[in-house]
């Protein structure tokens, strides 16, 4: 798996604005919290609850679209609205939420610290710990806030996010030892 990072360049967190979405960016700052591993589906598993024929469906875009009918071609019922996901048998993938606040050296006077979600996948869950100076490389992402999650209609703000393909510890903070520059995710 190729991780870049080293840009020319890194970008502050108060400057990221919409030219930026979907574009490779890195920033600098403290790692203030890090949440619980939790599971994030890749491909779901559906049995039909008629005839138990099987189909595997990859996640697009955060969403696995439940198959709606048992095909025929496949060898299944030709049933419809009859697939069940079996949990046990999908595949997850390790995911976790970092937050990333801006160092007081890098705050103008009378603000308050910037911050930024980041998500981190596989090998780079764990790999920072709060109290780290990091330099995370990722891709800048923007998604629509929905008002309900059940409801389709979705606000004109949106939540932005990095999501990480690579960290770089300038310093470990003091729950993490006093180990300086190491790498993570190469």
Same mark, same amino acid.
Do not use: W
């Given at each position: 798996?190729?991780?870049?990072?080293?840009?020319?360049?890194?970008?502050?967190?108060?400057?990221?604005?919409?030219?930026?979405?979907?574009?490779?960016?890195?920033?600098?700052?403290?790692?203030?919290?890090?949440?619980?591993?939790?599971?994030?589906?890749?491909?779901?598993?559906?049995?039909?609850?008629?005839? %138990?024929? +099987?189909? /595997?469906?990859?996640?697009?875009?955060? *969403?696995?679209?439940?198959?709606?009918?048992?095909?025929?071609? @496949?060898?299944?019922?030709?049933?419809?609205?009859?697939?069940?996901?079996?949990?046990?048998?999908?595949?997850?993938?390790?995911?976790?939420?970092?937050?990333?606040?801006?160092?007081?050296?890098?705050?103008?006077? %009378?603000? +308050?610290? /910037?911050?930024?979600?980041?998500?981190? *996948?596989?090998?780079?869950?764990?790999?920072?710990?709060?109290? @780290?100076?990091?330099?995370?490389?990722?891709?800048?992402?923007?998604?629509?806030?929905?008002?309900?999650?059940?409801?389709?209609?979705?606000?004109?703000?949106?939540?932005?996010?990095?999501?990480?393909?690579?960290?770089?510890?300038?310093?470990?903070?003091?729950?993490?030892?006093?180990?300086?520059?190491?790498?993570?995710?190469?």
């Amino acid at each position: 798996q190729v991780r870049p990072h080293g840009l020319d360049s890194t970008s502050h967190m108060r400057l990221l604005d919409p030219c930026d979405v979907d574009a490779l960016v890195s920033v600098r700052g403290m790692v203030v919290r890090t949440s619980p591993v939790v599971p994030d589906l890749k491909v779901g598993y559906f049995v039909c609850e008629v005839c %138990g024929a +099987t189909r /595997a469906i990859g996640i697009d875009r955060g *969403h696995v679209e439940e198959p709606q009918v048992c095909d025929q071609a @496949d060898g299944g019922c030709g049933s419809r609205g009859c697939f069940q996901m079996a949990h046990n048998r999908c595949t997850f993938a390790d995911k976790q939420m970092v937050r990333l606040q801006e160092t007081p050296a890098e705050v103008p006077a %009378g603000e +308050t610290p /910037a911050s930024l979600l980041l998500f981190c *996948h596989d090998d780079l869950v764990d790999a920072v710990q709060p109290g @780290d100076r990091v330099e995370a490389t990722g891709v800048y992402r923007a998604q629509p806030r929905r008002v309900n999650p059940k409801i389709t209609k979705v606000k004109a703000v949106y939540k932005t996010y990095l999501d990480v393909i690579h960290f770089q510890v300038v310093e470990r903070g003091e729950a993490g030892g006093n180990r300086a520059s190491s790498e993570s995710g190469n």
